[in-house]
């Protein structure tokens, strides 16, 4: 897409120009001026130099009683007296120097007078003349108080050939399906006003970062072929009262000159969060809000005008904003499912040189709870390692090389471990496995590496679902737990000691436990009751317990005993097939990265490759 407004240059701008031609003329033009600076010379100089033919022109001054004369590239002018010399004309003839009537052009005083002092003013003088017109103009409309200012900086943008598709936005079908009534509205407007419908005013796009709600929103506009505005939130939120509303008001009139149009607001939770509640609340922020319920409220349906905007925080805007006539409509756009995440895949693989026989689903499932942007990150990460490689295409190892990336960051090729270091971790990441395999719910290992990597972490196990749950029984919750616990009960089971590589998987399990009791209803006596509330779904999610005292410490106690049951769970498992245990740590300890295949083999009783 094309943004067609040309973007207003700031002040300092024009001020630099001027101060680089005043810079200019002094550094110059003015030393160019008065770089040949007459010598003056005594007259048997000028005698030798005409002998040794050195002199260039000659002008005799015979008023002023002066001879000016030139070397013989005529860079030095000289000056020198006048003598009664009769044979001067002669020898100067046969020096071969030239009589001139002017050789000089001297800079008149009155030159360097005008260059200096009169021309700096008169520019300035213009640019002054140039500005205040430019006030006048900007200042005309009744919305702007100075120059500039209370102008919405929204972007236009018009629809071009490459401009942004439904098509270009994988996955996402539901969102997608949703928009095209407003695509079909802004295509058709007729058929709605006929019937007597008339589509929702503002459609609000929630959903975690990076699933592509920008993108959805672009896409409308795309295939609507209409003008798109688009604005961020924080635009709005000025540092004078009164200033964001003005630009409220000036987004509003402009759109309505242009509609049919979209008008995409980004991260609306900036201006559009719930008023009052706080002490010495933010006037002005309450006064854009204000504005923007106003020209919602006030411009009739039907109009043309599409208002979409996205956050990540549809909690924290205030329910006028929400209300039927404002963003009436609330189209989820939630982190992609396996299917949508190898639609994404494809899409941006289409942007690099891709190998022919990648698996996309592989990635996909390796991938999972990625988000739209994180899997462009993946598929750009891989092109880059290939190019780093000297490759001149994409393969399947450098997509999964790059997730693991994402996942944990970069090898860390000089870190090095001691021999027991790598002896421990080993042991600890195929204890994680061997209690993952060894539970039949757990999902099968997909790789085990005890690199370092950039993220701190010594060595890790990569597990992978064989597609999307979206339901998770008690026994695989607890499940999950006792793998996260197999890494420390390996290094007790073998070492008899702890390390303080366990940290993580500590504070993972502890989660998972506690909001299986306080969540999820599968705590011992609290049956049905909610103990904690979710604030920030999009964000990570905050948790906030709302229970008494009492009953604090006693889901304390339960998620203490869940925690310990599964992890004496996970010290059996790994007692129990200590000879298994002994053999893969070795074997990882040799090879410091093998796969899930390599794993099984050997814990199947397979042969050792
Ligand atoms: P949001 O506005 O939800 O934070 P964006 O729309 O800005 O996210 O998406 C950021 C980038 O992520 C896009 O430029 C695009 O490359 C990629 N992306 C996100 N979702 C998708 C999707 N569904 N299909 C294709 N690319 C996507």
């Known amino acids: ?97 030239k009589f001139s009537g002017e050789i000089i052009e001297q800079a008149s005083p009155i030159v360097s007078f005008l260059v200096t002092w009169i021309l700096p003013i008169a520019i300035f003088i213009a640019l002054g003349q140039y500005l205040s017109r430019k006030m006048m103009q900007n200042a005309g409309g009744p919305n702007s108080m100075m120059f500039g200012m209370g102008k919405s900086s929204a972007k236009v943008y018009v629809q071009s050939t490459e401009g942004i598709r439904f098509a270009d936005v994988a996955g996402e079908d539901e969102a997608k399906e949703n928009l095209t009534e407003i695509v079909e509205y802004l295509h058709n407007p007729e058929k709605y006003k006929e019937i007597g419908a008339s589509m929702p005013k503002g459609i609000l796009l929630v959903g975690p970062p990076g699933t592509g709600k920008t993108m959805l929103a672009k896409a409308v506009a795309g295939e609507s072929s209409v003008p798109f505005f688009s604005i961020s939130g924080s635009e709005f939120v000025e540092m004078f009262v009164g200033m964001g509303a003005s630009k409220v008001r000036d987004l509003f009139k402009q759109a309505k000159e242009k509609a049919p149009c979209i008008v995409f607001i980004d991260e609306i939770d900036a201006v559009g969060e719930k008023r009052g509640g706080k002490l010495g609340g933010n006037d002005e922020r309450e006064q854009t809000l204000n504005q923007l319920l106003t020209e919602m409220d006030g411009f009739e349906g039907n109009n043309g005008v599409v208002i979409l905007a996205a956050t990540n925080r549809p909690d924290s805007l205030d329910p006028a904003l929400l209300r039927p006539g404002r963003f009436d409509r609330r189209v989820p756009v939630e982190l992609p499912d396996l299917k949508g995440r190898e639609e994404i895949l494809r899409v941006h693989a289409k942007k690099v040189k891709i190998a022919d026989n990648i698996d996309f689903g592989k990635i996909a499932r390796m991938a999972s709870g990625a988000s739209g942007a994180e899997l462009a990150n993946i598929v750009n990460e891989a092109a880059l390692r290939a190019v780093r490689d000297g490759r001149a295409f994409v393969q399947q190892a450098d997509l999964e090389e790059s997730i693991e990336v994402v996942i944990a960051g970069y090898q860390r090729k000089n870190a090095i471990l001691t021999d027991e270091e790598k002896h421990i971790v080993s042991y600890h990441e195929i204890g994680h496995a061997l209690v993952a395999a060894k539970q039949s719910h757990s999902a099968p290992v997909q790789k085990i590496t005890i690199v370092p990597r950039t993220s701190g972490a010594l060595g890790y196990t990569m597990q992978v679902d064989d597609g999307d749950h979206n339901l998770m029984n008690k026994t695989e919750l607890e499940n999950k737990i006792a793998t996260l616990t197999g890494g420390r009960a390996a290094e007790e089971v073998v070492f008899g000691s702890v390390t303080t590589g366990a940290s993580n998987d500590i504070e993972q399990a502890t989660k998972i436990a506690r909001a299986m009791i306080t969540q ?75 796969t899930g295949e390599e794993f099984m083999n050997i814990l199947e009783g397979g042969e050792e490759k």
């Open 1 to 97: 897409m094309h943004e067609v407004k040309t973007p207003k240059k700031p002040l300092i701008f024009y001020y630099i120009i001027v101060l680089l031609i005043m810079m200019l003329l002094n550094f110059l033009f003015v030393p160019w001026m008065s770089k040949r600076q007459i010598i003056e010379t005594d007259y048997s100089t000028f005698i030798s130099m005409t002998e040794s033919q050195d002199v260039g022109q000659v002008e005799i001054q015979a008023q002023e009683n002066q001879i000016l004369f030139t070397n013989k590239d005529g860079t030095v002018i000289y000056k020198t007296g006048m003598v009664n010399d009769p044979d001067l004309t002669q020898r100067l003839y046969d020096s071969g120097a």
């Open 520 to 594: 999820y209803g599968m705590s011992d006596g609290f049956d049905m009751v909610a103990l904690e509330t979710i604030s920030n779904q999009y964000l990570g999610g905050d948790a906030s317990l709302a229970c008494s005292p009492e009953t604090q410490t006693a889901i304390d106690k339960q998620v203490v005993a869940l925690v310990k049951q599964q992890h004496a769970k996970a010290v059996q498992i790994l007692t129990e097939n200590r000879d298994k245990l002994d053999e893969l740590a070795k074997y990882l300890y040799e090879k410091e990265t093998i």
